[in-house]
């Protein structure tokens, strides 16, 4: 049984349509985005992850985040530990 994305909201369709053409939105809020978008557009996992290059087990990671937090879990998760310090 093919992982299908839960039916989309309007705002969410325009949302998703607006990041995932976007060029100025961080790479990874646009590739989640394009994921999420492709698979409501009635493409499989295994056929995103061949774009994305990405594993098939990562898209429905996203897929599944996607269904129970919405847009807003596009963000990155918080992260244990002290953050990366980069020198100049």
Same mark, same amino acid.
């Given at each position: 049984?093919?992982?299908?994305?839960?039916?989309?909201? /309007? #705002? /969410?369709?325009?949302?998703? @349509?607006?990041?995932?053409?976007?060029?100025? @939105?961080? #790479?990874?809020?646009?590739?989640?985005?394009?994921?999420?978008?492709?698979?409501?557009? +009635? /493409?499989? =996992?295994?056929?995103? =992850?061949?774009? =994305? +290059?990405?594993? @098939? *087990?990562?898209?429905?990671?996203?897929?599944?985040?996607?269904?129970? #937090?919405?847009?807003? +879990? *596009?963000?990155?998760?918080?992260?244990? +530990?002290?953050?990366?310090?980069?020198?100049?």
């Amino acid at each position: 049984m093919a992982l299908k994305v839960r039916p989309l909201t /309007e #705002h /969410e369709a325009a949302a998703l @349509a607006r990041l995932a053409h976007s060029r100025t @939105a961080p #790479h990874r809020v646009v590739q989640r985005a394009q994921i999420i978008w492709a698979n409501a557009q +009635g /493409e499989t =996992a295994p056929a995103i =992850a061949r774009q =994305a +290059g990405l594993s @098939a *087990f990562r898209v429905r990671a996203w897929l599944h985040r996607f269904h129970h #937090h919405g847009l807003a +879990g *596009f963000t990155d998760a918080p992260r244990s +530990g002290r953050p990366r310090q980069h020198d100049e």
